[in-house]
């Protein structure tokens, strides 16, 4: 079986309960009117130990400035869908080309604590492309293994005071890379949804 076909067939099947439906199940996941919609592209590179493609965001941007994400944004008009949507951020990213992905499909939408929600789009790639970030939002662009980040051993559940409440959220730590956040919490859904490890 390829690995877009073990992939597409646990993505599908029907005896799943999502997990982790916003940043924090404690609380409301934002304050204030309907969320933004967004989605990201997950990118998995089809090698024997597959990994998934992260970006390095830029120390100048207005929001999440540095933090480690997958390509991706709000889903604009002109977007049939969100997997149009992300395959559209990620060319604009890091010039990863749409005929480049074999889209897989959507999994869990995840509510951020900061009003988007965002649809997290499964797709494959082939290993060792030549990826070219967009300088004015992507300072880098890696891979982490697959195996590693999906280990419930490296997904530390942790908890800071943010805008006066405590906020629970998900750590991943690969090597000098601080995965955490809505990236991260993504990655545990999606671990749990596969549940396969490569």
């Known amino acids: 079986m390829t690995l877009a076909e073990r992939l597409r067939a646990a993505l599908t099947a029907d005896d799943h309960t999502p997990i982790l439906l916003a940043g924090d199940q404690r609380i409301p996941p934002f304050d204030a009117g309907d969320p933004a919609a967004a989605a990201v592209l997950v990118a998995i590179t089809d090698r024997p130990e597959p ?4 970006t390095q965001r830029t120390e100048t941007l207005r929001r999440h400035a540095g ?7 709000r889903i604009d008009p002109e977007d049939v869908d969100a997997a149009a949507a992300a395959l ?3 060319e604009e990213e890091i010039a990863l080309p749409r005929d480049a992905v074999e889209v897989i499909g959507p999994a869990d939408l995840y509510l951020t604590v ?4 965002v ?4 797709g494959v790639i082939a290993p ?3 990826y ?3 300088e004015a939002e992507v300072a880098d662009v890696f891979e982490v293994p697959l195996a590693f980040v999906f280990d419930p051993a490296n997904q530390v559940e942790t908890q800071a005071e943010w805008q006066g409440r405590t906020r629970t959220y998900y750590e991943i730590n690969w090597r000098d890379r601080r995965i955490w956040g809505a990236t991260a919490a993504m990655i545990v859904n999606l671990s749990r949804r596969l549940r396969w490890v490569a």
Do not use: H, K
């Not at 990994?51 to 992260?54: C, D, K, N, T």
């Not at 933090?67 to 944004?73: C, E, L, R, T």
């Not at 900061?114 to 929600?117: D, P, Q, R, V």
């Open 51 to 54: 990994g998934v493609i992260l």
């Open 67 to 73: 933090q480690v994400a997958f390509p991706g944004g």
């Open 88 to 90: 559209r951020e990620a």
């Open 114 to 117: 900061t009003g988007f929600s």
């Open 119 to 122: 649809t997290p789009v499964i």
């Open 128 to 130: 060792d492309l030549d």
């Open 132 to 134: 070219r970030p967009n």
